[in-house]
């Protein structure tokens, strides 16, 4: 089965800082990873994926994500932070087996990034 | 990225009465959409997956009677909570895959749909 898992339920740095948001995952075969945010009241914005290449890849508003395969991780990063990414940061794999199953996508529980200035 | 559109952001009920919120693809079709429920300070779990033109999928523990889904068209989607009651308010939010360009179509959200039964 797939799944996600984010250790932290909050994360605080100081603006300017570098901020890292931590997921890792398990599933069977290749996976498919995104980053999605979440601001209050309302719905999920895409931020990155990764699917296949680089291991570094990069996303909106600065943000960029290091897909690790020895260590299943799929950590969230961005070298400066703003107050404004304080948010809620959803890490996501998604199915890949085929039939009714194709697609869905399996969400952590989430990192509740505070960036205070 | 491709818009996906929900309505209403905002619904207040009765206990008894039903609520239809909509979900459109806004420029692109979409054959599935998927449901979504949001507890306060939780993860989004997953109720069903709609598909056009066929019935809906639904997850484990989801009750289909309760939670009604239509997928009528390649841009519409519709989730009818029936006789809502007040352990039915939370955040439902929609989603929909972008296929264009044949790549592997990330989920595009709705902006979700706050449910507050009284």
């Known amino acids: 089965a797939q799944s996600v898992a984010q250790p932290e339920d909050q994360v605080n740095v100081a603006e300017g800082n570098p901020l890292t948001v931590k997921c890792t995952y398990s599933v069977s075969g290749n996976p498919y990873l995104f980053w999605y945010v979440q601001y209050p009241n309302r719905g999920l914005q895409f931020l990155l994926k990764?699917?296949?290449?680089?291991?570094l890849v990069k996303g909106s508003y600065g943000f960029e994500a290091e897909f690790n395969k020895s260590q299943t991780s799929f950590h969230l990063k961005k070298p400066s932070a703003l107050v404004s990414d304080s948010a809620l940061y959803f890490c996501?794999?998604?199915?890949?087996?085929?039939?009714?199953?194709?697609?869905?996508?399996?969400f952590g529980r989430g990192t509740q990034l505070t960036v205070w200035p | 990225g491709a818009v996906v559109s929900q309505h209403p952001s905002w619904v207040i009920c009765k206990s008894g009465t039903s609520v239809k919120i909509e979900c459109r693809s806004l420029?692109?079709?979409?054959?599935?959409m998927f449901w979504y429920r949001q507890f306060p300070k939780q993860s989004l779990m997953l109720m069903a997956t709609s598909n056009e033109g066929s019935k809906a999928t639904y997850e484990q523990g989801v009750e289909k009677d309760k939670f009604l889904i239509n997928h009528a068209s390649l841009t519409l989607s519709t989730l009818t909570v029936t006789s809502a009651h007040p352990e039915d308010s939370s955040f439902y939010i929609c989603?929909?895959?972008?296929?264009?360009?044949?790549?592997?179509?990330?989920?595009?959200f709705g902006e979700g749909s706050r449910l507050t039964v009284l």
């Open positions: 990764y699917i296949t290449g680089d291991n």
């Open positions: 420029d692109f079709q979409a054959t599935t």
């Open positions: 989603s929909a895959r972008d296929f264009r360009g044949g790549g592997t179509g990330e989920l595009f």
């Open positions: 996501a794999v998604r199915d890949t087996l085929r039939g009714s199953t194709l697609g869905r996508l399996y």
